[in-house]
């Protein structure tokens, strides 16, 4: 058994690396993430490389290539001068994104070096003249190194690994990566990925874009994207398949033990996944976990879950491959899946993933509570089966229904049982000093739905449950009459120290939020209606999600004209056309123009910039309800 090495040297603890067991995909891992350059080397001039609609001329110097890796060159580092260019596919929005980054028309920039890893035929164009000569200069290996060490902290992605699952799930056509340095544009990335999956895992765009060109901005500590793009393949035919197309497997189901005795702190869980292959060939498997941690302050290298063990459900171990700072890992499976082939793998977890508010409240949550557990794909749906070891003071809740609660080993324990019997996409928990109040939702037919607040008891804090749990009651039995049948058998709301809420399936998780006015009647009941928008009726890219805030926007406004006085609701509807008619916020102040302009509602996430702060949320819950009154007038 090799350990892998580590690339960040001694200062990296051995359990943040993968556990090798040399096998085959440790020894190609291995190699990608050395990266180490060859002897060869080819002097070039005037060469063009065209990858999809970018172009890259090679104007004059030296490309040294990596050591092949599975028999062929992976990689390379060019160093000399060169151009890039990439005119913009036909979107208005895109061409305005790239208008209001980089004020300019196309994205052009000359470089003096540049940094490749890829899987396709890259090769076979810049190798041509390929000779063994000298060792590659100490310089092009650092940047070799530095390359996947920056794409690490900066995104969370370890192109090793999605280097390695590229050749060894066999994708036709490969992917390619490039960084360029030292021109007009500096330091700037361009990626194809024909299986969409760096969009989605990374950037969370998720609409079969396979191109993105980006750049780090140590400003904002994440990155920006200049362009996200379709294949011209699919301009051209004017379609093309959603990323989720291209996930490898399908999770029906999850169950997840969770140990929550050190709830200010320390999160382990165990993670047991059943896994359908969706292609022929399955040898590795990539998970998205933590994704939601920053890289401001290292959150997502100090905080991150790290793998502790990855087996079969018959015990065989598993090899696994996760570095610190990435925002996933990857498993190996001992032999390929066919298509409709399923196992189940059981991962353990550990880290300190806990958020402690420090108010003396005594409850506690995952620091990103929609990426604490591993996940395939985006907003897959699965079923869940949840267990919580606590403290005996604690209370644990999650999503659907209570199983019970057991002493748990030592009699000081509790063993709390939840399940969520209607496949969901996202889960979270809270645990904590909770004191439970309960109601009953009853229906004109007669039916009946338990309701239940979980709040701080009354010497942490007054919350006045009895109004939330009123507000809850009438709006779930208002949005019942309007959009069909509630979709679960419980409804919960769980009180968290945040100022916004989460609406996550059966329970919506709030802040103190009991003041008899129209913020607090639109507020719970937007939560409220996320039980249809967003929960029951999912988002299946980031270019949809404007309809789940939307329209969870615009359920509120129609909750708050019957419960508040008429005048409340053209109060709202004021204030969010005000809203729109605000210039957006940069980094030195004010932005030009006005909000409303920044885009389309279908860019979703990437309306906010660095030169557009607050875009996104503003349109998508703003401008999506007005668009979305707009049409409930035209069409009734
Ligand atoms: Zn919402």
Redesign the pocket.
């Known amino acids: 058994m090799v350990a892998v090495a580590s690339l960040l040297g001694l200062i990296v603890p051995a359990f943040s690396v993968g556990r090798a067991l040399g096998g085959q995909s440790s020894a190609i891992y291995s190699q990608l993430r050395t990266f180490s350059l060859a002897s060869d080397s080819a002097t070039v001039e005037n060469l063009t490389l065209q990858r999809d609609r970018v172009v890259i001329t090679f104007v004059q110097g030296i490309f040294y290539f990596a050591v092949p890796v599975a028999g062929k060159v992976r990689g390379a580092v060019f160093v000399g001068t060169g151009n890039f260019h990439s005119d913009v596919p036909p979107d208005e929005a895109e061409r305005a994104n790239v208008r209001r980054l980089l004020k300019a028309d196309d994205i052009s920039s000359d470089f003096k070096t540049a940094v490749f890893q890829f899987t396709d035929d890259t090769y076979d164009f810049i190798g041509k003249s390929a000779k063994p000569g000298a060792a590659a200069p100490p310089q092009a290996q650092r940047l070799a190194t530095e390359l996947l060490k920056s794409l690490l902290e900066e995104e969370g992605l370890n192109l090793a690994s999605r280097t390695m699952e590229s050749i060894l799930d066999g994708e036709n056509p490969g992917i390619f990566f490039a960084q360029f340095d030292g021109g007009k544009r500096q330091r700037f990335s361009f990626l194809f990925d024909p299986q969409t999956r760096v969009p989605v895992a990374n950037f969370e765009i998720n609409a079969g874009e396979k191109g993105l060109i980006f750049a780090y901005d140590s400003d904002i500590y994440s990155s920006d994207v200049w362009l996200a793009f379709f294949s011209k393949t699919d301009y051209e035919s004017g379609r093309t398949a959603y990323s989720d197309m291209f996930n490898l497997v399908d999770t029906p189901k999850y169950q997840l033990e969770l140990d929550l005795r050190e709830p200010k702190k320390t999160l382990s869980l165990v993670a047991k996944m059943d896994c359908t292959s969706r292609i022929d060939g399955l040898q590795l498997i990539p998970f998205s976990l933590g994704e939601g941690l920053a890289t401001y302050e290292a959150e997502r290298r100090k905080k991150q879950l790290f793998v502790q063990s990855a087996k079969l459900a018959d015990g065989k171990p598993l090899e696994y491959f996760q570095e610190q700072w990435e925002s996933g890992f990857t498993v190996a499976l001992p032999t390929a899946l066919k298509k409709g082939q399923s196992v189940t793998l059981e991962i353990a977890l550990r880290g300190d993933f806990m958020f402690n508010p420090d108010n003396n409240q005594g409850v506690y949550f995952p620091r990103s509570t929609t990426s604490w557990y591993p996940r395939h794909g985006y907003l897959s749906r699965s079923t869940f089966d949840v267990v919580m070891v606590h403290r005996k003071r604690d209370k644990a809740v999650t999503m659907g229904i209570l199983v019970g609660d057991t002493p748990a080993g030592t009699m000081d324990d509790i063993r709390t049982e939840f399940r969520v019997e209607q496949p969901v996409a996202l889960i979270t928990f809270a645990v904590g000093d909770y004191e439970i109040h309960k109601d009953t939702a009853k229906s004109e037919s007669g039916a009946t739905l338990p309701l239940e607040f979980y709040s701080l008891p009354s010497d942490r804090g007054a919350i006045k449950e009895d109004f939330i749990l009123a507000e809850m009651n009438n709006a779930v039995r208002y949005f019942s009459a309007l959009f069909g049948d509630y979709p679960y058998t419980v409804f919960r709301g769980v009180y968290h120290p945040f100022g916004y ?3 996550f399936p059966t329970t919506i998780m709030i802040p103190k939020a009991d003041r008899a006015d129209m913020y607090t009647y639109s507020f719970i009941s ?2 409220t209606s ?1 039980q249809w928008w ?1 929960d029951l009726v999912l988002w299946r890219s980031y270019r949809d999600q404007w309809l ?2 939307g329209f ?2 615009y359920s509120g406004l129609l909750y708050t004209q019957k419960r508040d006085k008429t005048s409340s609701e053209k109060d709202l509807i004021k204030r969010a056309r005000d809203n729109l008619k605000n210039p957006p916020r940069n980094l030195t102040g004010l932005g030009q123009g006005r909000l409303v302009d920044v885009g389309p509602l279908i860019m979703g996430h990437r309306l906010s910039s660095r030169e557009t702060f607050g875009a996104y949320t503003t349109l998508t ?1 703003k401008k999506g309800s007005l668009v979305l009154r707009m049409l409930h007038f035209l069409f009734t």
């Open positions: 809420g989460q609406g937007h939560e996320h967003g789940s805030e969870a926007d819950y």
